[in-house]
Each structure stands twice: as C-alpha cells, then as structure tokens.
C-alpha cells in the first residue's frame, strides 16, 4: 500500500495503537521494579484472615477446618504419597508406559483415572503433550513470535485487560505485573502472531494460565497451548476461530445425548429457558474451568490431556445425569445459578465417586451408543493458514506514516544530502538573478503606482516586454544596497518557484485574453492616463469592481481596452515592443506569457469565473451579431 493511500484517520488510529501497545509492553517489563506504577484496585493484598488452599488458591474467608474435612483431606493426600513411588518409575521409564502401544500403557491410564500426585502433575502434561519434541522442532521460533508480537500484535490491548483479572485470587497471578502475569502475557501475545487465524480469543487466558501453574517456563506453556489447539486428540482451534464452528457443534451434540439419554430433563431446561448454549458455555471452550471445584476440574484436565475430547462431552453429561432430580425441581434463576455458583462452590459428590465411577461410567454408556465423540472435525475448523507466518505486517513505508523512528541508512543520507544541496545552488542562482535584477534601477519601481492612476507605466530597458508586478510585488523588495537574508531569499524562491509552475495556466488566460482583444469591441479611452488605469492599476476603495481587468460591467461590455487602443495611447517605444509582440502572437499561435498582468502577485487566477466571464462575453456577442 502505498503512503499516498493511507486515510489520515487510519494513520492517526495506528499511531494510538501503537503508543498504546508501547505503554503496555514498557509496565510489563518493569514488572514490580521500583518506580512500577499500578492501581491499589490492581493490586489485592493478601490480608491475614486470607487463607491459602493447597492448589495455590486464596480464600477470603478462613476454609472449613471441621474434623470431617480435615480427614477427607489428609486420605486424599495420603493416597497421593503413596503412589508417588510408582509415579517416579513412570516417569524415568516413559518410553514403556505412555507411547500409545507401550507395553504399560494401559497400566498407565489407569493410574491417570485413580488419580495423579499434584507433585508430578507437571511432568505429566509434559509428556502427554511432547513438549520436549516440539520445542526441538522450533527451537527459537517461541522468542522470534515474542519480539515481534511486542511491536506488531493487534490483540495486546485485549491481554492486557484479561491478564489483569485471570486467576487474581490464585498466588501465582495475586501480584499484578508479576513474573507469572508477566509470563501470561507473553504467552499469549506470542500466540496471537503465531496463530494469525486465532489470533487471541478470551477464554484463552484461564487456559494458558493453567498451563502455567503447573508447567516450568512459558515457553513450555506457549507450546502446550499450540498443542491443544492443533493437536488431533483436542483440536481446539475450531473452538476459538470466528464463528466458534466446534462449539456449536459441541453444543448441538450434547443436545442430541440429551434427548436420546435423559428427555425428561431437556424438556424441563426448555421450558424454563435455559438452552444448552448457556450453561456449556464455558464447559466445552475451558473445558470446566470455572464451573467446578478446581480439585475436580484438574483430574478432568488429566484425563482431558490422555483421552481427548470424549473426555469433555462424557463429563458434560456426567453433570446433568448426577444433579437431574435436583435440576427439575428448579426454576430458570434457579437453573442459572445453580450452573454458574453452587456447582463451582460445591459439587456435592466426592471427586474419586465422580471420576473413578460416574464419569468412567458415563464415558462407556456413550461408547455404547457410538456417541461419545462428536465424530472427525470439518475442514472449516481445521487450521488453514501456516503457523509463524507472518502476515499484514507493517512495511517500513507504513512504519513512517505512522510515526516509527526508523535508522537512516546510507542511501537515504546520500538522497538528504544531494536534495539539500541541490536547494542550495537554486536558491544561491536566484540570489545572483535578485542582485542583477536590483542593480537595475527600472526593478526597483512597482508597475502598479502607489500614487494612483496618474503615474506612468515604467519598463525595464533589458527587457523587451513590460514585467507585470503590482504594489504587492514590492512588500518583499530588498534594495540593492542591503542584501538579503536566507529566510527572505527563501521566500522570494517560493513565490517565483510558483510563478513558474503557473505558466500553464498563465497561457490559457492570455488566450483568453487574445481573443477578447480580436473580437470585442469597445469604447476607446479617453486620455493616456484612463487607458492605463483600466489595464493596469487594481480597483481602489470606491471604484467600482467592474474597472477591473477581464471584469464586466453592468452594461454587459467588456472593460478590457482593444488592441488598438493600447498601442495608441503607449509610448513610442512600449508601442513598438507591443506591435511586435502582437505580430509573434497571430504568427505562432504562442502568446508571451507576461506580456500583461495575470492576477495580483502572491494571489491564485480565479479560472473558473474567467472561464465564466469569457463564455458570457460570447454568447453575448453572438446574440449581438444576429439582432
């Protein structure tokens, strides 16, 4: 595109952008330096009665601390530590427990449905998604996305607004500018260049914010995220493109298990307005982030990473078949709220009953009748643009209109340079063209008499036609024995700059001029000084307009004195530089172009009232010849 091209407006909205994008990128890399500034509001702290669970979540309430919850808690860690050993062997002997074919693999899922030690969660995600493979695949290409998102992604803004209220009650993000929002930021600024069909969709914050809390870098977080969007057990990507073509299929799914599994209850949502669209929302684009206690949301995920999608439309249903009678029995706040809060605050059945039973139940009970999966995605959702690509990124061109300050190379310098110097040998030719013309003592004089009509017509004798100018051509006149400063030779290079860019114009008004000389004929002038008045001096205050050149008069006759008159009433000598002149113009079709005064100088020819003028003029006198 070219600079011409661009709309002002277009071009001042990138420069806020810009600025913008600038301004956020700069609060991020101070982080919580000193001299960081931030909102109190921004910035919760975490008061004494603030009590923190063992995910990293913050309570601003002290947690239940009965003796039934107590208990149920210490079973569920000591579950964990004892299957910490047999987690540890797993992990040092991957290669025959995960490769889908292992010899262990299938010992392996079974432990993931029991349950994985919160410890090694981490590495588990690591394995299940091949972050290591990937990362040596593209080593470097993380970092590149990075640079250039900080000066070219469209969606930092939009971050920007979702890092500051993604997981702020989780210590890992209570901190604003800290090093995990920090992390967070970069992710999925990262992401948005190298997912241009994406680009950045919320919802995607909670879920790289997930990845972050348990993976070790955000480079391992940014690949885990491409995994989930374009890995074929998750396919994510048709979830977040526009239109969002998976979720609605999803949705549109779960409708169809609805009424083949619980009809009953689909009619009662129904009724009470609480279509599928609503309460899956964020169970099918988060998968249940948000919508459940996070101690059951994360073995979901587990189970997410090693099964796939099946996982999240069996657990959709899971849901309503546990809490149906409890969901019939509500109205639509009832159901709204229930769906949002209640379910999130308390589930109300153990999380090793939901998983290791009712889910796994569930997940069979659709296998069964073949609609576990919502069958092998369109190619509308797929992805049909290369990752880290870059495409509609600014050129250098644009860069300019918009105000980037970019080096200046040698080419450049060498063009600066030679226009520079190339304005200075005009400007010092019409310094010696101004002296010469100084040292003339007819320059000195305005053609135009400050006098009045009575002052004579004076010419320069080294010139062989007059020299229109008028009182405005003396305001800049410097005399021969001053000489001129650069700002006023500048000047006087501008105007005559633009006298000789006229001269196109200049031609076609004395064309008009020739033939009002040839054609119209008017009353002779008096005297000498009348005569002279009427072609050359401007109307004073009082004089009617109409004594102007090429104005007409009330009467409709032409003020323009004929050729005749004009070299009757000038000087013998002016008369033969006129004859002359006349002579060359008839012979070569090719008027002098300042032979008589154009138009005021400093002002622009009104063509389109000359135009008007001259049209007028012949019609009337075409009228005139047939009466």
């Not at 074929?232 to 048709?238: A, L, S, T, V, W």
């Not at 880290?388 to 105000?403: A, D, F, Y």
């Not at 114009?505 to 040839?518: A, E, V």
């Not at 154009?598 to 075409?622: C, M, Q, W």
Request: charged residues 30%; contains cysteine.
């Amino acid at each position: 595109m070219k600079p011409s091209d661009v709309d002002p407006s277009e071009v001042e909205q990138r420069a806020r952008a810009r600025e913008e994008r600038r301004r956020i990128v700069e609060r991020y890399d101070q982080g919580r330096e000193d001299g960081a500034v931030f909102d109190d509001w921004e910035d919760p702290k975490l008061e004494i009665y603030h009590t923190q669970d063992r995910y990293g979540f913050i309570h601003d309430q002290r947690l239940p601390n009965d003796h039934g919850r107590s208990v149920r808690e210490q079973k569920q860690l000591d579950k964990e530590m004892s299957r910490l050993d047999k987690w540890l062997k797993m992990i040092s002997e991957n290669n025959k427990w995960f490769p889908e074919g292992a010899k262990y693999h299938e010992k392996m899922t079974e432990r993931v449905w029991k349950g994985v030690p919160e410890r090694l969660r981490g590495t588990l995600w690591r394995i299940l998604l091949n972050i290591d493979r990937i990362k040596q695949e593209q080593e470097g290409k993380y970092q590149e996305m990075k640079d250039i998102a900080r000066l070219h992604s469209p969606d930092i803004r939009q971050i920007d607004l979702d890092v500051n209220r993604t997981y702020r009650d989780h210590i890992m993000f209570r901190e604003r500018y800290n090093s995990r929002q920090q992390d967070l930021f970069h992710v999925l600024a990262a992401y948005s260049m190298y997912n241009s069909e994406v680009g950045y969709c919320q919802g995607m914050s909670q879920i790289a914010a997930l990845l972050l809390m348990y993976l070790n870098s955000d480079e391992d977080a940014f690949w885990a995220l491409s995994q989930l969007m374009v890995g074929p057990k998750y396919n994510m990507h048709g979830f977040f493109i526009p239109g969002f073509p998976k979720l609605m299929r999803f949705q549109a799914h779960h409708d169809k298990i609805l009424k083949k599994k619980l009809n009953e209850l689909q009619k009662h949502l129904m009724v009470n307005n609480m279509d599928s669209g609503i309460y899956t929302l964020k169970w099918f684009l988060q998968c249940f982030l948000d919508r459940m206690p996070f101690s059951l949301t994360i073995r979901v995920w587990d189970l997410y990473l090693l099964e796939g999608e099946s996982i999240m439309i069996a657990m959709a249903y899971n849901i309503l078949k546990l809490h149906s009678k409890s969901l019939m029995k509500m109205g639509m706040d009832e159901l709204m709220d229930y769906f949002q809060k209640t379910l999130q605050k308390d589930f109300g059945y153990d999380d090793d009953f939901v998983i290791e039973t009712a889910l796994k139940e569930s997940l069979e009970e659709l296998r069964s009748s073949n609609v576990h999966t919502s069958g092998a995605p369109p190619d509308s959702e797929k992805p049909r643009k290369s990752f880290g690509v870059l495409e509609n990124i600014q050129t250098k061109e644009e860069l300019i209109l918009t105000g980037q300050r970019l080096p200046v190379g040698a080419e450049e310098r060498l063009f600066y340079k030679n226009t520079i110097q190339r304005e200075e040998d005009k400007i010092r030719t019409f310094q010696n063209h101004i002296f010469q013309a100084s040292s003339d003592e007819s320059l000195n004089l305005c053609l135009y008499s400050k006098e009045g009509p009575g002052e004579e017509l004076e010419t320069s004798s080294s010139s062989k036609t007059p020299t229109p100018t008028s009182e405005n051509a003396c305001i800049n006149h410097i005399p021969s024995n001053q000489a001129p400063s650069r700002d006023q030779l500048h000047l006087m290079y501008l105007k005559w700059h633009q006298h000789m860019k006229d001269e196109k114009n200049d031609s076609l008004i004395f064309q008009m001029w020739q033939r009002s000389f040839k054609e119209n004929k008017i009353n002779s002038v008096s005297n000498d000084k009348g005569a002279r008045t009427r072609m050359c001096c401007p109307a004073k205050d009082g004089e009617d307009k109409g004594d102007k050149i090429g104005s007409r008069t009330d009467s409709g006759n032409s003020s323009m004195p004929s050729s005749e008159s004009i070299q009757a009433e000038l000087h013998p000598e002016e008369s033969s530089t006129y004859q002359s002149h006349q002579q060359s113009c008839d012979d070569k079709q090719s008027p002098k172009q300042d032979f008589l005064p154009r138009y005021y100088f400093g002002e622009s020819p009104d063509l389109e009232n000359i135009v008007k003028h001259s049209n007028a003029a012949t019609e009337e006198d075409d009228a005139n010849k047939r009466l």
